[in-house]
């Protein structure tokens, strides 16, 4: 009785889906809700209690547009999911991996404030039947001496009506905007540069970054 020889199994060559390391977040935190180690919550903050309620966490479920799934069964996140959800947990600080994170997780990018011009606007409105108005306010109290007239030689007191104004955005307001999106481009380098030497079995990064500074390209 001779028993039939088998080839060797073949393995399919299994090809990596190229990808940003924005998309490669987005798929992570987003498609595969991938989480980081809240176990270290308490020891950064001391503790694991959260100063809001079940109110914010449902208002921040209504802005993801999503109903979070917390049934049994649901699937487990990828494998490189959960890696890229650990090197983004080793690599950045607390704060920033959670900023990374939720940003990912929404599909969103910092607010840069495009086309923000800093513009002179009254401080307070009122209402009037033609829609708001600027509101009008006095001024300083001026004093002054009447040579002429009736009043002769008599101190004269005036305060003038004018409207206070202010600027917004403020140029404070525009530069930590944009710090906010040089920081966020930052941390995007320093996870692409860690998952590179992390192993990834779907996915290979590419060297594609959103704009470093995209206010300098706007029109």
């Given at each position: 009785?001779?028993?039939?020889?088998?080839?060797?199994?073949?393995?399919?060559?299994?090809?990596?889906?190229?990808?940003?390391?924005?998309?490669a977040?987005?798929w992570?935190?987003?498609?595969?809700?991938?989480?980081?180690?809240?176990?270290?919550?308490g020891?950064v903050?001391?503790?694991?209690?959260?100063?809001?309620?079940?109110?914010?966490?449902?208002?921040?479920?209504?802005?993801?547009?999503?109903?979070?799934?917390?049934?049994?069964?649901?699937?487990?996140?990828?494998?490189?999911?959960?890696?890229?959800?650990?090197?983004?947990?080793?690599?950045?600080?607390?704060?920033?991996?959670?900023?990374?994170?939720?940003l990912?997780?929404?599909?969103?990018?910092?607010?840069?404030?495009?086309?923000?011009?800093?513009?002179?606007?009254?401080v307070?409105?009122?209402?009037?039947?033609?829609?708001?108005?600027?509101?009008?306010?006095?001024g300083?109290?001026?004093?002054?001496?009447?040579?002429?007239?009736?009043?002769?030689n008599?101190?004269?007191?005036?305060?003038?009506?004018?409207?206070?104004?202010?600027?917004?955005?403020?140029?404070?307001?525009?530069?930590?905007?944009?710090r906010?999106?040089?920081?966020?481009?930052?941390?995007?380098?320093?996870?692409?540069?860690?998952?590179?030497?992390?192993?990834?079995?779907?996915?290979?990064?590419?060297?594609?970054?959103?704009?470093?500074?995209?206010?300098?390209?706007?029109?």
């Open positions: 009785m001779t028993a039939a020889i088998r080839p060797p199994a073949q393995t399919a060559s299994r090809t990596r889906r190229a990808m940003p390391v924005r998309a977040l987005e992570a935190f987003g498609t595969e809700c991938a989480r980081l180690d809240h176990d270290e919550i020891a903050g001391g503790t694991g209690w959260r100063s809001y309620g079940m109110e914010y966490v449902a208002l921040e479920r209504a802005q993801l547009g999503t109903r979070v799934d917390t049934s049994r069964g649901r699937s487990t996140p990828h494998d490189d999911a959960e890696l890229i959800a650990t090197v983004v947990r080793n690599t950045l600080p607390w704060y920033a991996a959670t900023l990374v994170a939720d990912a997780r929404a599909g969103r990018c910092p607010d840069w404030m495009p086309d923000a011009r800093p513009h002179c606007v009254p307070k409105w009122r209402p009037s039947p033609a829609g708001p108005r600027a509101a009008q306010d006095f300083d109290t001026w004093r002054y001496r009447a040579g002429r007239g009736r009043n002769g008599k101190l004269v007191e005036l305060r003038a009506p004018c409207c206070p104004v202010t600027y917004y955005p403020t140029a404070g307001q525009i530069a930590s905007a944009r906010a999106w040089l920081d966020w481009y930052g941390y995007l380098l320093q996870v692409r540069c860690a998952l590179e030497a992390a192993g990834l079995r779907s996915l290979r990064l590419t060297d594609d970054m959103p704009p470093m500074t995209p206010w300098k390209n706007s029109s």
